[in-house]
């Protein structure tokens, strides 16, 4: 099993920046894929950005070049970095673990307004 606590949301104004983290129960380098998911109100939840365990990255388009995800093994943390922020980014972002299943975080709310 894995647990997932994420941090570091809240209200930011539109360009500004923030960053989320993601601490694990177990060593990341054990997991197959961390990654960052968010749930707009009305909306599906959808892929932000993905990490795997050798270090390869995917992210949606909406945040490519605005969003960086990295991880930090010795901490057992995912971040997720966020710059140039929009209010459509606002959403409740969670945390995702794929080890032998999915594992979620609680969620943290982000808010993007002026």
């Known amino acids: 099993q894995v647990q997932l606590v994420e941090s570091g949301g809240g209200l930011v104004q539109p360009g500004g920046s923030l960053r989320l983290s993601c601490a694990a129960s177990?060593?990341?380098?054990?997991?197959?894929?961390m990654g960052w998911y968010r749930q707009a109100p009305g909306k599906q939840r959808e892929l932000v950005a993905t990490i795997t365990r050798v270090g390869s990255i995917k992210y949606a388009d909406s945040v490519k070049g605005r969003f960086t995800i990295s991880r930090d093994n010795a901490k057992n943390t995912v971040y997720l970095q966020m710059n140039t922020v929009k209010p459509e980014d606002t959403a409740v972002y969670y945390c995702?673990?794929?080890?032998?299943?999915?594992?979620w975080g609680q969620g943290t709310q982000v808010t993007v307004s002026s």
């Open positions: 995702n673990a794929k080890f032998d299943d999915d594992y």
């Open positions: 177990r060593l990341i380098s054990s997991i197959y894929r």
